[in-house]
């Protein structure tokens, strides 16, 4: 069982910053593929950023390229999202995913496990 607890959620004017960071503990964390998904209200969950086990490879959804970096340190298992220039439409509760089998975590049938997510609100 893979436990992951997100931190770093809050309040932020657009144009501002955050890091979101992900705590792993249950299973050796280079073993997981990581990722960061977000749903906004009445919206769908979809994948932000993601993250292979060694960290070689990242993906990101087109609407974040730029100015969101996914990373990882496989010594403190915990992987991170560092979110710049955050416009009010990033605004979602954002969940930390890790996956067993796929290479990378991009869509919700590669996750294996869900944090509890954390509260973005980027106010205009």
């Known amino acids: 069982q893979v436990v992951l607890v997100e931190s770093g959620g809050g309040l932020v004017q657009a144009g501002g910053s955050l890091r979101l960071s992900c705590a792993a503990s249950?299973?050796?964390?280079?073993?997981?593929?990581m990722g960061w998904f977000r749903q906004a209200p009445g919206k769908e969950r979809m994948s932000v950023a993601a993250i292979t086990r060694s960290g070689s490879t990242t993906y990101y959804t087109e609407s974040v390229k730029g100015r969101f970096t996914i990373s990882r340190d496989n010594a403190k298992n915990t992987v991170y999202l560092q979110m710049n220039s955050l416009k009010p439409e990033d605004t979602a509760v954002y969940s930390c995913a890790a996956a067993t089998s796929s290479a990378i975590a991009t869509t919700l049938g590669s996750v294996d496990y869900w944090g509890k997510g954390t509260l973005v609100t980027v106010s205009s």
């Open positions: 249950g299973r050796t964390f280079s073993s997981l593929a």
